[in-house]
């Protein structure tokens, strides 16, 4: 069965530190990942998209994906405390159109 | 202003008794999804539907019965609930492509059964 996992399960870091964050996908036919941000009691809601290897920027955020080991990561740099919350990687197999989730990542960012 | 409206945001149920989780987006996506998440497990895939017909089906028990009487309604009907049935249902819904590809969440409804 297609799994998604995620390391660690829980991350402390300081204001203004770096959080990174791992997901690797067991399905060798994932042809795109999602990391979504689920804060405590809301939705998840997608924070970033990677389809092609490499990297991807968007403010304080960046993702990797490398495609041969269907691992891609998260970093987050001058974490704020508004930036804990829950992380979820996703992966979809666009054979059998499934979303699949990871268990997350709960990240707690201190004053 | 919410896309996809899940009804109610909240339900308290008895054990054994019967409810239906409502969900309607906005989105002009054709495919929509349920999906559960309690405390015990992670974000866990219900169902999937294209065009109103059923794609997957990742639950193992026939007392989950989505229906879709409309296009963009995915409603999910429980019966016999169990005290385990406790959990967050979210409906979610995607416009299959190259671009723009991703998952919608609608707010959830959140069941206690007890």
């Known amino acids: 069965q297609q799994k998604v996992q995620q390391s660690p399960e829980s991350l402390i870091v300081p204001e203004g530190g770096m959080a990174s964050l791992n997901c690797t996908s067991s399905d060798r036919n994932v042809d795109y990942f999602w990391w979504y941000r689920q804060h405590s009691g809301k939705s998840p809601k997608m924070l970033m998209s990677i389809f092609s290897n490499g990297e991807k920027e968007e403010g304080r955020f960046t993702v990797h994906l490398n495609k041969a080991s269907l691992h891609t990561s998260l970093h987050i740099r001058d974490s704020q405390p508004s930036d804990s919350a829950l992380y979820l990687c996703?992966?979809?197999?666009?054979?059998?159109?499934?979303?699949?989730f990871g268990a997350g990542t709960r990240l707690k960012v201190i004053a | 202003d919410p896309k996809i409206i899940q009804k109610p945001k909240y339900l308290v149920a008895v054990t054994g008794s019967e409810k239906i989780l409502i969900c309607e987006q906005y989105l002009g996506h054709n495919a929509m999804y349920w999906y559960r998440q309690s405390a015990k497990k992670p974000l866990e895939f219900m169902f999937s539907y294209s065009y109103q017909k059923l794609m997957d089906n990742q639950t193992a028990s026939s007392r989950f019965q989505p229906q879709s009487s409309k296009k963009n309604h995915l409603d999910l009907q429980i019966t016999a609930l169990k005290p385990d049935d406790s959990a967050t249902y979210f409906c979610a819904s995607s416009q299959p492509g190259p671009s723009n590809e991703r998952l919608f969440f609608g707010h959830g409804t959140k069941l206690s059964v007890l």
């Open positions: 996703a992966a979809l197999n666009t054979g059998n159109y499934k979303y699949v």
